[in-house]
């Protein structure tokens, strides 16, 4: 099958979407922002509940967040009295999935010259999560706690509209569930409403190509892994 132009941008967009970890401190024009999310809300959804609700942080705003979270994160005694109110990762792992955690984790802390040893250098290193990567973009990502697990998969499909509309318009993103441990914190700096659940957090930007950590390629299973083609 001959490739079309469209499949080709399409592709690129898709393939090229990595999590980054270092951003160049470059603003992001509001109209783009704005952009990505009009397409993003194009995602489909069970009934066109449309389940999202997105806060877009900049400037002072996105920063009296970071500053709250990172004091929290900090302090040994703080960071005990959050957690998150989902279960993102599973209770039990087994393998394959550990050793894909395992891997793109040592991967990482290897290209930052952190050795299993360095707890300090890792944890430093997951701190910042919460500064978005220096990102001049933050996003909190909620839902109605009402909605159920279809609307979980509804946003899921969303959230990679954003990341695939970023990359089609030359800016990157990383996806974070990392802020969901600090819900309590979250809710009070945006003012939340009671029944608005944090999801997760995603930083956009423009990528520092001169930083080690976004030379992390992540590996992917062939088709034939997961795939059962049946005539």
Not at 20 to 38: C, G, K, N, S
Request: charged share 25%; net charge neutral; hydrophobic share 40%.
């Amino acid at each position: 099958m001959i490739e079309t132009p469209a499949q080709k941008i399409v592709d690129e967009a898709i393939v090229s979407r990595r999590s980054i970890r270092a951003f160049l401190p470059t603003p992001v024009a509001h109209e783009d922002i704005e952009a990505i999310l009009q397409v993003a809300a194009r995602a489909p959804s069970g009934t066109n509940t449309q389940p999202w609700k997105v806060y877009v942080l900049t400037g002072a705003s996105k920063e009296r967040l970071s500053a709250a979270i990172v004091a929290a994160y900090r302090d040994p005694d703080q960071v005990k009295q959050h957690a998150e109110e989902y279960s993102y990762y599973p209770s039990r792992w087994i393998s394959p999935y550990i050793d894909r955690r395992r891997k793109v984790g040592w991967d990482l802390y290897s290209l930052l010259g952190l050795s299993r040893e360095n707890k300090a250098g890792m944890h430093a290193q997951h701190g910042r999560n919460y500064t978005f990567f220096d990102a001049p973009v933050g996003m909190i990502f909620t839902i109605d706690r009402i909605m159920e697990q279809g609307s979980w998969l509804d946003y899921g499909m969303f959230l990679q509209n954003i990341m695939v509309a970023a990359r089609g318009r030359g800016l990157d993103t990383c996806p974070q569930a990392a802020f969901t441990q600090f819900h309590r914190i979250i809710g009070e700096q945006l003012q939340l409403p009671a029944n608005e659940m944090v999801v997760c957090g995603m930083a956009l930007g423009y990528a520092d190509p001169d930083k080690v950590e976004n030379s992390l390629v992540t590996e992917r299973e062939p088709v034939s892994a997961f795939v059962k083609f049946m005539d």
